[in-house]
């Protein structure tokens, strides 16, 4: 049977695959015009507040949970951490250049729900691959995977309960709030952990072809 140790080649390549996929998923978020995912509503939520641009707000914030996520569980931390901070700027970029291209600035009603649909399930594979690997986590992922370790609660609850959160608070202070992000909202905990369950773990693992 295989094991985590035996398998980093692995879970370094689930980590690289799932940090791009996430990075393609919120290019794609963006040309849908749909709304963004939670955590993005409460950074437009408090950029607009504290008439701050996005790209300030958006560190501060992952700084203060990056030193939560140190201080409560630093394990959940590592090299994909850091690959996350500095790859995915680009491929998200790249992602929103080139499917410009393909759709155009103002997608028909059903691309916009189509690309929706595309996103919610790359994020959900995405998450689980590098979750998975255990080669570290974004800093808000860290604080809902933290949260559901400490209180025994179901992983697909405690992400529900963060998202709600970054939903609420992001919207009073006006931030981006549309269909798509009640989906991600309500639909992402559950099939992330319905991925991790049935396919990234054993894949981590290095049981997914062995009995």
């Known amino acids: ?19 791009a996929l996430t990075a393609v998923s919120v290019g794609l978020q963006k040309i849908s015009g749909l709304g963004v995912d939670p955590f993005s509503v409460i950074i437009f939520g408090f950029s607009n507040a504290f008439h701050a641009t996005y790209q300030t707000v958006y560190i501060v914030v992952c700084a203060v949970l990056l030193s939560i996520a140190f201080v409560f569980n630093r394990k959940l931390l590592g090299i994909a951490t850091i690959v996350n901070l500095f790859f995915s700027g680009f491929v998200t970029d790249f992602t929103r250049k080139a499917a410009v291209k393909v759709v155009g600035e103002h997608p028909s009603m059903a691309v916009r729900v189509i690309l929706l649909l595309i996103v919610v399930l790359l994020i959900s594979i995405s998450a689980a691959l590098y979750y998975s690997s255990e080669l570290g986590v974004s800093p808000y992922d860290a604080q809902a995977l933290t949260l ?9 609850a405690v992400r529900i309960g963060t998202d709600v959160v970054c939903c609420t608070v992001g919207f009073a202070l006006g931030g981006d709030l549309g269909l798509a992000t009640l989906v991600y909202a309500f639909c992402m905990g559950p099939f992330i952990q319905f991925c991790r369950e049935h396919l990234t773990d054993k894949m981590a693992a290095g049981e997914l072809f062995h009995k």
């Open 148 to 156: 559901a370790e400490k209180t025994k609660f179901p992983f697909r």
């Open 1 to 19: 049977m295989g094991t985590k140790k035996n398998n980093l080649g692995v879970r370094i390549a689930m980590a690289v695959i799932g940090i």
